[in-house]
């Protein structure tokens, strides 16, 4: 006994056979009976209205999910929307001046449990190091999902940050 994904295949096939063999036959005698009761059908004032309002509704939707999957982009991909966060940095402050710019890192901090996760250290010295929370504004995706190289400049209590 078939299967019922087989039985719905089959269905859905002899549906398409069905459809292209119509178009076949319109196309070759467009004035057949099915094609002329088709047609009026098809023409009707409110089949015509239910199919604007289709069309509409379409470029309603395809419009939109372009504008939300670039709004998305913007927000939380692109690197021309800073984002602000209070993260550890460690640097040595003696051997880093207020406006000074250096490169730092940040590592991979993702687990299975947690794929989106924010990075939370930045570390901008090779040497042992201190430890200092500041207010860092990011020019670039903040995710963990990899070791980063960044650009920042120091300020007094605060660091910019932009991705390499």
């Given at each position: 006994?078939?299967?019922?994904?087989?039985?719905?295949?089959?269905?859905?096939?002899?549906?398409?056979?069905?459809?292209?063999g119509?178009?076949?036959?319109?196309?070759?005698?467009?004035?057949?009976?099915?094609?002329r009761?088709?047609?009026?059908?098809?023409?009707?004032?409110?089949?015509?209205?239910?199919?604007?309002?289709?069309?509409?509704?379409?470029?309603?939707?395809?419009?939109?999910?372009?504008?939300?999957?670039?709004?998305?982009y913007?927000?939380n991909?692109?690197?021309?929307?800073?984002?602000?966060?209070e993260?550890?940095?460690?640097?040595?402050?003696?051997?880093?001046?207020?406006?000074?710019?250096?490169?730092?890192?940040?590592?991979?901090?993702?687990?299975?449990?947690?794929?989106?996760?924010?990075?939370?250290?930045?570390?901008c010295?090779?040497?042992?190091?201190?430890?200092?929370?500041?207010?860092?504004?990011?020019?670039?995706?903040?995710?963990?999902?990899?070791?980063?190289?960044?650009?920042?400049?120091?300020?007094?209590?605060?660091m910019?940050?932009?991705?390499?």
């Open positions: 006994m078939p299967a019922e994904e087989d039985v719905i295949i089959g269905i859905f096939l002899l549906l398409i056979v069905c459809v292209l119509f178009a076949i036959v319109h196309v070759n005698y467009p004035k057949n009976k099915l094609s009761g088709l047609e009026a059908f098809w023409n009707t004032p409110a089949i015509k209205e239910f199919r604007m309002f289709i069309w509409k509704a379409f470029w309603v939707l395809l419009l939109g999910g372009i504008a939300i999957t670039c709004i998305d913007y927000f991909e692109s690197s021309w929307y800073p984002r602000e966060r993260v550890e940095v460690f640097f040595k402050a003696h051997q880093w001046i207020d406006g000074e710019i250096q490169t730092c890192f940040s590592v991979q901090s993702t687990t299975p449990k947690t794929p989106d996760a924010e990075l939370t250290t930045i570390s010295s090779s040497e042992k190091n201190e430890s200092h929370v500041l207010r860092v504004k990011f020019w670039g995706q903040i995710k963990a999902d990899k070791t980063k190289m960044w650009r920042c400049e120091r300020s007094q209590s605060a910019t940050c932009s991705l390499q």
